[in-house]
C-alpha cells in the first residue's frame, strides 16, 4: 500500500475516533478537536506553531494559531471529552485489571506567564522548578502488553479551586470508578499509602494495592507496630527470580516474598501485606485489600502487579516524550488543562484504535515500520507508533481543505457506524 492510501485511512480513522469522544460538542467545537487530534499525532507536539503546520490551511499560519487557541479555550470541552473517553476505555476494564495511578510534573524553568504556576519536583533534574502536575490513570492487565489511557489532568496548588493533591487523586478514581464500577484494582506507588487516600478507598469500596513505607503504623496481632517492624517477621514463603531492563541493561533479581495480615489504625478491615525482599536493602511492602491466600499464584499476582506498574512509568514518560508536552507555550490555565485532554486522545489512539485493531493492523504495521526506518528499531512500542504515525501523516498536504462539510458528515455517520 503507498504512502498516500495510508494517510487516507489514517485520517479516516481520526475522523472516526474524534467523533465518538466529541459526542456532545458543537459543530464547531467538534471540527476543532477532530483537526487537535490529526495536528497533534502529525506533528508529535502540543505547540499550536506546529499543529498548524500540519493542517496547512490557505491563510496565514499565524491566523491559524489564532483559531486554534480561540477553539481550545472553549468551557466544557475537557469534561465532555473526558467523558466520553472514560465511556469508551471503560469496556476495556475487567475485574482484575490494573488502574495504574501516577503523579508526575510538567517543569517549565523558563516560563513567567504561564498561568497558576506552582512549584514542581523536575523528574529530570530532581530539583524544585515551577510547572504543574498531573494526575494519570492508565489501564493494563498484569500479564498483557496492552494498555488504555483513562485521565491525564493537568492541577496547579495555585489555581483557584485547588483543595489537596489527595482530592486532585481521588477525584481522578471516583471518575474512573463512576465508568467502570466496581471493576479494576488500583495501583499507587509511594505516597498512596496516606491515610487521606486509603480509608475513602476502604468506604468506597475499591479494591487496592499500594506501597508501604516503612514508618508507617498498622496492627499486626492486635498491636500497633511500625510496618518496617512487622515486615521483618514476615515468613518468606516462596523464592522467585526477575529480570528488569535498567539503563538498557538487563539486571537480574532474586527475590523472596511472602504475607502477613494487618489492619489500620481505627480500621476493621483486615488486609494484606505482602513483602518481597531482594530489590534493595530494604524489604518493598504492598498493602491491600485483594484476596490474598496461602498459594505461590495468589500470593505472585500482587508482586506482579507493582511490577507491571513500573513499566506502566516508562509508559508514561515516552508518552510525554512522544507528544513533547513539556513544550507547552498556553498562557491560560483553562486552555492547558484543555491540552492535556487532547494529548490523552492522541495517546488513547495510537495505543488502542491503530495499535490493537484486528482490521487496523495493516496501519500499525505501517507506523512501526516508518518509525524503524527514521530511528533504528525502537525498543518500546507505543513510542514507535507516535513516531510513526507522525511521519506518515506529516506528508499529507492540507487534509482538510474544502472538507468541512464533508468532515462534519463523516464524524456524524462515525457515531452510528459498525
Known amino acids: 500500500m503507498h504512502h498516500g ?10 475522523v472516526r475516533f474524534s467523533g465518538e469522544v466529541s459526542r456532545g460538542l458543537c459543530k464547531t467545537a467538534r471540527r476543532f478537536v477532530c483537526e487537535a487530534l490529526y495536528g497533534i499525532t502529525a506533528s508529535e507536539s502540543v505547540m499550536l506553531s506546529e499543529i498548524g503546520r500540519t493542517l496547512d490551511e490557505e491563510i496565514r499560519l499565524k491566523k491559524t494559531e489564532t483559531r486554534l487557541s480561540n477553539q481550545l479555550g472553549r ?46 519536583r523536575d523528574g529530570s ?41 489527595n482530592e486532585e487523586i481521588l477525584g481522578a478514581v471516583r471518575d474512573v470508578g463512576r465508568a467502570v464500577g466496581d471493576r479494576g484494582i488500583y495501583v499507587i506507588d509511594r505516597g498512596g499509602d496516606r491515610e487521606k487516600l486509603l480509608y475513602p478507598f476502604l468506604r468506597e469500596n475499591r479494591r487496592f494495592m499500594v506501597r508501604l513505607v516503612g514508618n508507617r503504623n498498622v496492627e499486626y496481632r492486635g ?3 511500625l510496618a518496617s517492624a512487622v515486615a521483618a517477621r514476615c515468613p518468606m514463603y516462596y523464592v522467585e527470580r526477575v529480570v528488569r531492563e535498567e539503563n538498557r541493561r538487563e539486571k537480574a533479581y532474586h527475590l523472596e516474598y511472602g504475607f502477613v495480615r494487618v489492619r489500620l489504625p ?11 525482599k531482594g530489590f534493595g536493602s530494604e524489604p518493598m511492602m504492598l498493602l491491600t485489600n485483594v484476596e490474598v491466600v496461602r498459594s505461590r499464584r495468589s500470593c505472585w499476582f500482587v508482586v506482579q502487579a507493582y511490577l507491571r506498574r513500573w ?16 513544550n507547552v507555550r498556553l498562557l491560560t490555565y483553562g486552555r492547558l488543562r484543555n491540552m492535556m485532554v487532547l494529548v490523552l486522545c ?10 490493537e485493531g484486528v482490521r487496523l493492523g495493516v496501519l500499525a504495521h505501517y507506523a512501526l515500520e516508518e518509525a524503524k526506518r527514521f530511528y533504528g528499531i525502537p525498543n518500546f512500542r507505543y513510542y514507535a507508533l507516535a513516531v510513526g504515525l507522525g511521519k506518515l501523516l506529516r506528508g499529507s498536504t492540507r487534509p482538510f481543505a474544502g472538507r468541512k462539510e464533508l468532515l462534519l ?6 457515531l452510528f457506524g459498525p
Open 75 to 120: 468551557e466544557k470541552l475537557k469534561e465532555c471529552v473526558e467523558r466520553n473517553l472514560l465511556s469508551l476505555g471503560a469496556s476495556r476494564i475487567g475485574r482484575e485489571t490494573l488502574l495504574i495511578v501516577d503523579i508526575s510534573d510538567i517543569a517549565k524553568p523558563y516560563a513567567c506567564r504561564m498561568e497558576y504556576l506552582a512549584e514542581v
Open 266 to 276: 481505627e480500621s476493621a478491615e483486615e488486609l494484606t501485606m505482602v513483602v518481597v
Open 346 to 355: 492522541a495517546m488513547y489512539f495510537a495505543a488502542v484504535c491503530i495499535g
Open 5 to 14: 492510501g495510508i494517510r487516507g485511512k489514517l485520517r479516516g480513522q481520526i
Open 223 to 225: 498491636e500497633l507496630k
Open 125 to 165: 533534574s530532581k530539583e524544585i522548578a515551577v510547572g504543574y502536575w498531573t494526575v494519570q490513570v492508565v489501564g493494563a492487565e498484569v500479564e498483557g502488553v496492552h494498555i488504555t489511557p483513562l485521565i491525564h489532568r493537568l492541577y496547579s496548588q495555585n489555581a483557584p479551586g485547588f483543595v489537596s493533591e
Open 409 to 414: 458528515q463523516e464524524m456524524q455517520l462515525s
Open 311 to 326: 513499566q506502566i512509568e516508562e509508559t508514561i514518560r515516552c508518552m510525554k516524550q512522544s507528544y513533547g508536552i513539556e
